[in-house]
């Protein structure tokens, strides 16, 4: 089965950056460079949200929220199996659990057919 464990959180001071890492494995007869990944968020109280998706070909994907904001940016190694979420000039809405995700290679933006899901890292922006 897919695993994908994230790392990265933690507490952050507002107009910092924080670097998010999803390490993947498990994968069989489909490669990890076959897959979609992509991040998605819940903050206390709200449901979870896509954020960013890359494609197995690395073209990246933004929820309407963060391609405005301009401060996410998603990247993929294929050759480490790991995805990554960088966070620039953090801000305290953004505080939430971020959830490291996997789904097939087509339709990246598409947030609610992503099926392999990460246990969460959490980190705090004060």
């Known amino acids: 089965d897919v695993q994908l464990v994230e790392s990265g959180g933690g507490s952050v001071q507002a107009g910092g950056s924080l670097r998010l890492s999803c390490a993947a494995s498990?994968?069989?007869?489909?490669?990890?460079?076959?897959?979609?990944m992509g991040w998605f968020r819940q903050s206390l109280g709200k449901e979870r949200e896509g954020v960013a998706g890359?494609?197995?070909?690395?073209?990246?994907?933004?929820s309407d929220s963060v391609r405005r904001d301009g401060r996410f940016s998603i990247s993929r190694d294929n050759a480490k199996n790991t995805v990554t979420l960088q966070i620039q000039n953090l801000q305290p809405d953004d505080t939430a659990t971020y959830y490291c995700?996997?789904?097939?290679?087509?339709?990246?933006?598409?947030?609610?057919?992503?099926?392999?899901w990460g246990q969460g890292t959490q980190f705090t922006v004060s």
């Open positions: 890359i494609s197995p070909g690395s073209i990246r994907i933004y």
């Open positions: 498990g994968f069989r007869s489909i490669s990890f460079r076959s897959y979609c």
């Open positions: 995700a996997a789904k097939n290679g087509r339709n990246c933006g598409d947030w609610a057919q992503y099926r392999h």
